[in-house]
């Protein structure tokens, strides 16, 4: 059983891990699982966000995406932002940080390894 855990918790393998996995998604462009699951949360926004549905709408998608990450590494969970933790300056939170989330050689480096090896 992975537990989920939160965003500054993760070590930058963890990371490297949840971009990958996130990379995976991304392959194929308007037909990949990524645009499928934006399409399926604009599709149903009202009730993704509406307060008769909201917990249960969006616990069930996050553990559907969840899922199609764990295709590519079954260790894999999506970590929670604990906003409270940058109560006063949301604005300077770790989580805006260009390198945190995303590393754009990891990104050639994920691709070249899918389409040249």
């Not at 645009?35 to 009730?47: A, E, G, K, P």
């Not at 899922?67 to 932002?81: D, M, V």
Request: hydrophobic share 40%.
């Amino acid at each position: 059983m992975n537990v989920r855990k939160e965003i500054r918790e993760l070590s930058y393998s963890d990371r490297i891990q949840y971009q990958r996995a996130i990379a995976h998604l991304q392959v194929g462009g308007e037909k990949s699982v990524w645009t499928s699951l934006r399409n399926l949360y604009v599709t149903h926004i009202m009730h993704a966000n509406s307060p008769e549905y909201f917990l249960f709408w969006n616990r069930n998608f996050l553990r559907t995406m969840e899922r199609h990450l764990q295709e590519y590494n079954c260790s894999t969970t999506i970590p929670y932002f604990d906003f409270t933790l940058d109560a006063g300056d949301l604005s300077s939170s770790v989580v805006w940080r260009p390198d945190f989330f995303w590393i754009i050689s990891l990104k050639r480096e994920f691709l070249s390894e899918i389409f040249y090896t």
